[in-house]
């Protein structure tokens, strides 16, 4: 599936006010050419090559929003700062050219400031979420090196049984397979050294390039929502607090749920080794290539939801549900794998939240919410033209809570909607707290998934019930 | 017949002179290397002199020339030793790849000199300089053709007949640049040389001209 970059820049909202800018023909091109030569330039690793390849057309998607979003902070500038925002606009983008496997940092920032199926036809939509491994391979004696800096012992030493090959890529790193001397099978997920640091780095010098020079009403929304995601890629690069997040997890969750969180290992764990359990099963691909039943679908799509809804009402959101995270399991249960995006509301996250119970149980009107949050004025709000594309969104992703009975999550119709919803509320800049950034992403993950499995299931019904149980 | 009992009483009396200087010899060059290995970590390379390192190892500054001819004769003897010391501890094993073990070896013998890596970024930079390498006198001429000896074993090891001067000039530039990235990281546990040394090989191989046996065998 090839697209075509230009189409794609051609898609961003152009500025209104600022034709000497990025907007010009002479800019546009270089942006273009900038953005090009880093979605097809080859890492200088044979084997990563392939992988980057394979995940071509999401790169420059993301890439496109990371543009979208850099231009976004020039809305409102005076024509006399322009010049020496660009200047350091230059500076940025040759930036984000020259990050090496931290690549995976920039589509993180386009991922996030754009969720990113709106541009893209319902097919391609399956391939997205397979964009995960940035991380150069790992040889055997390179994972050696790293086991005795972080566990003073070889792999060999540790456990009975150890892969030396992987059986899966983790965003930062891989996972092998291997087994406990007490005879437990686990996965292994070890990190690439020093892939964090240079990460952390990377957005750091992206940031201060770039915030310094921000005027305009939106940057303090804007900065709030690198900084959310810079705090989600620390805790991500931490497998530390991912082994916390994961036996929180584990306390949440009964036999009777048939979900399954793995139990970690902590003598075999560091801030870059996770050992837990190794859950058997399908992914989505092949649970889907094998004809599954109508029934077989609705359960596993209300595990799923299951699993976002019981989190949430804990104060958490499982931020990142892309298919690569779910084990189809073949007694029916759902297994669930990388805890290392776990968002946890804040009280003002909290006050948020209550406003959106209020709103889905028909005591408040999406205006007074808005209003309530505090971040809008009322003049915003009485702006039709405005407020309308915001409203719509939050509409559709509140529509399946409030049916009576199952939701139909593959009609293609609804599916599309959201996607259209979502580019109006794209084109405009509305305030919104960090929390936005992590919840928009993780719904519309949901809706995504949802919307693969064409699974039927009863959101009011399950709502009630974990809310019933949690608050 | 008594005669023939002193000369032999003798003998043995000098042997036992002879043999008690030789170790005497090899204690104080012990000693010496010993000794330099301290003062340059706490005064660093270049506050290092031969005078000090003879101060501190209680000989006269002369007979220190008896042992090295200069500081930097010492730190190379000192990173000769640890290196050799290296070499025993590397166990092979039958399913690497080229790159594996030439990634084992080097990170093996860094690993080994992570007790100077303090001294060892300035002092590289004498001993070691890619352009002192016709100098034939240079301390650490010996040091480089015993590693690029090894290296050289390694690829013939994975089927690469004759490596071309192209080949290893570009391994040890490679290597070069490792090293003293290694010796200034301060990154933990110099995770970040070994991110370097990991794509630094994979450069390497990946260059290798084809048809010397290696892609063939690895490439999968």
Known sequence: ?471 | MLDAIAVVVAFYERARIMRITTEAKTATRERIIKVAAKLFAKKGWDNTTTRGIAAAAGIANGTLFNYFDSKEAIVAELISEALAQAQQEIQKRDDETLEEELFTFIWTELSSLREYRKFLAQAAETILSPLRRYAQESAGESIRTNHLEAVEQILVGHGMAAPSVVTMQLYWTLYLGVFAHWATDDSPKQEDTLALLDQSLKLFVAALPRGAGIHENESE
């Open chain 1, 1 to 471: 599936m090839k697209t075509n970059l230009s189409d794609l820049i051609a898609a961003l909202p152009q500025e209104e006010d600022g034709p000497e800018l990025l907007s010009s023909i002479e800019a546009q091109e270089r942006l273009q050419a900038i953005f090009a030569d880093l979605a097809y330039k080859p890492v200088p690793v044979h084997s990563l090559h392939r992988m980057w390849t394979m995940g071509e057309l999401s790169t420059q998607v993301a890439l496109a929003y990371a543009s979208l979003w850099i231009r976004g902070l020039f809305a409102d500038a005076k024509k006399k700062e322009r010049q020496a925002i660009e200047t350091n606009l230059r500076v940025a983008l040759k930036m984000i050219h020259r990050l090496g496997y931290l690549r995976g940092a920039a589509i993180k920032l386009g991922q996030a400031f754009g969720s990113l199926p709106e541009l893209l036809p319902s097919q391609v939509v399956s391939t997205l979420d397979m964009l995960h491994a940035q991380a150069p391979p790992m040889h055997y004696s390179l994972i050696r090196e790293v086991f005795r800096s972080e566990l003073d012992h070889d792999p060999s030493d540790l456990f009975e049984t150890f892969d030396k090959e992987p059986f899966a890529a983790a965003s930062i790193g891989q996972v092998h397979r291997a087994t406990l001397k007490a005879g437990e099978e686990v996965a292994v997920k070890i990190q690439y050294p020093g892939i964090g640091r240079a990460m952390q780095a990377d957005l750091r010098n992206l940031m201060a390039l770039i915030f310094p020079i921000r005027l305009s009403k939106s940057a303090a929304t804007i900065k709030g929502q690198v900084e959310a995601m810079r705090d989600m890629l620390e805790q991500e690069m931490d497998y530390v607090q991912e082994a916390r997040n994961m036996r929180e997890a584990y306390a949440l969750f009964a036999a009777a749920d048939g979900i399954v969180v793995p139990k970690v290992f902590s003598e075999y764990s560091t801030s870059r080794v996770l050992t837990s359990e190794f859950i058997p099963g399908l992914n989505l691909t092949q649970f889907l290539a094998a004809n599954p039943s109508q029934e077989q679908r609705d359960e596993f799509g209300r595990k799923i939801s299951l699993v976002w809804e019981r989190m949430y009402y804990a104060h958490t959101s499982y931020a990142d549900p892309h298919s690569g995270n779910y084990v189809f399991m073949s007694d029916g249960r759902l297994g669930l794998l990388d805890f290392g995006c776990i968002q946890r509301f804040s009280p003002d996250d909290m006050r948020i939240c209550e406003l959106g119970e209020k709103y889905i149980d028909g005591r408040m009107t999406i205006e007074e919410m808005l209003l309530d949050s505090g971040q809008y004025a009322k003049s915003d709000i009485a702006n039709e033209k405005y407020i309308a594309p915001l409203r719509r969104h939050m509409e559709w992703l509140t529509a399946p809570l409030l049916q009576e009975g199952p939701f139909e999550f593959g009609d293609p119709e609804f599916f599309k909607q959201g996607i259209d919803t979502l580019k109006e509320m794209v084109e405009r800049v509305y305030p919104a707290t960090s929390m936005y950034l992590y919840f928009f992403r993780s719904m519309f993950g949901l809706r995504v998934l949802s919307y693969r499995l064409k699974c039927r299931v009863d959101m009011g019904a399950l709502r009630r019930q974990e809310r019933k149980a949690w608050v």
